[in-house]
């Protein structure tokens, strides 16, 4: 991308004229990538747009509550939030292939916002943040790494038309975009975070209980990075389908093993994983292994390639 304010201009152009008069509602996840896409799209059609954040139950601890504020608060668009946790477990309910958990997650997001556009009148199209790795690694080049919410979970009967107006550009290049257009740094610099959220981060079946466990070690471990100060470009806890025996209050416990990932990139089709301080590591393995359920802790010391960044 040669030049950011060019290729605003060209982007709101385009959805001017996709749009007409229809209305658009907006996938918002909170992410910086969809952040950008509401406001390229709020800018070229101001009012014709409603953004809607569907609240899966698989965002990390306090999110669903931090986008409400902050979208509100610095966007002044109207967010209309949407409760589906309990579905979105149902929906999950003894499913373990990671592929068929990103179908289910993706189609159900897609359904939820087709039942509520349906409330609300009359939507013809749907903003979406995919961006250009989401397309790629969904196999337009003939490989499957892993199906991306935003591409391959759409399902065959989808009534919306799609506005994509960053899936031509990297992660990088969608931070500029963003900076170009206002959006504070910290919502600029925001981790990423997946589309199909903790539902991924779980092996195995998503359960209400494992659920709220990899929120409370997610959180701990997030804690103990802003607490040193460390600037990390993604950093996450993954809940591993292994139990493993151990000891509290002199008794055998058998619990879960979390697992921590800290990786380093620029784009997100590398990446190196990060040196963290002992300190750091020791600190958050003593904040979560307190956490009920958990009963030890690793650190994930691969880069990608071989891996990716996370575990499913
Ligand atoms: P992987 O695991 O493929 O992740 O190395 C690369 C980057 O993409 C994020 N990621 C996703 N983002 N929808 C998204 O919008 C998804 O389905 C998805 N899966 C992974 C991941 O967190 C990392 O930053």
Redesign the pocket.
């Known amino acids: 991308m040669k030049n950011i304010n060019q290729f605003i201009e060209e982007q709101i152009d385009a959805i001017r004229k996709t749009v007409g008069r229809g209305k658009v509602l907006c996938a918002l996840s909170g992410g910086v990538?969809s952040a950008v896409t509401a406001l390229l799209v709020h800018r070229a059609v101001g009012d014709k747009l409603l953004c809607m954040f569907i609240d899966s139950g698989l965002m990390r601890k306090g999110e669903p509550e931090e986008v409400a504020a902050t979208f509100g608060r610095h966007f002044g668009i109207p967010l209309q939030t949407v409760r589906a946790g309990d579905r979105f477990l149902e929906a999950l309910k003894g499913v373990t292939d990671p592929e068929a958990k990103?179908k289910i997650i993706g189609n159900l997001f897609i359904r939820v916002f087709e039942e509520e556009a349906e409330k609300l009148g009359d939507f013809a199209f749907l903003a979406q943040g995919t961006i250009y790795?989401?397309i790629i690694?969904s196999g337009s080049d003939g490989k499957l790494?892993?199906t991306?919410?935003?591409v391959g979970g759409l399902p065959e009967n989808l009534n919306f038309e799609l506005i994509e107006p960053l899936k031509t550009l990297y992660k990088d290049e969608v931070r500029a975009v963003g900076r170009a257009l206002g959006l504070p740094e910290p919502v600029v610099n925001r981790q990423?975070?997946?589309?199909?959220g903790l539902g991924i981060r779980i092996i195995g079946e998503v359960t209400a209980e494992k659920l709220a466990i990899l929120k409370e070690a997610d959180a701990a471990f997030r804690e103990v990075i802003e607490n040193n100060n460390l600037s990390v470009w993604?950093y996450f806890a993954v809940l591993t389908d292994i139990k493993t025996v151990g000891m509290r209050d002199g008794e055998r416990t058998y619990n879960y093993t979390i697992a921590l990932r800290a990786v380093d990139s620029t784009d997100?089709m590398t990446a190196e994983w990060v040196r963290l301080p002992w300190t750091a590591l020791e600190a958050a393995t003593q904040k979560i292994a307190r956490i009920p359920g958990v009963g030890r802790v690793v650190y994930d010391i691969t880069a990608?390639p071989p891996a990716?960044?996370?575990w499913e």
């Open positions: 990538d990103r790795p989401d690694e790494v892993k991306h919410h935003n990423p975070f997946p589309g199909p993604q997100a990608k990716t960044i996370e």
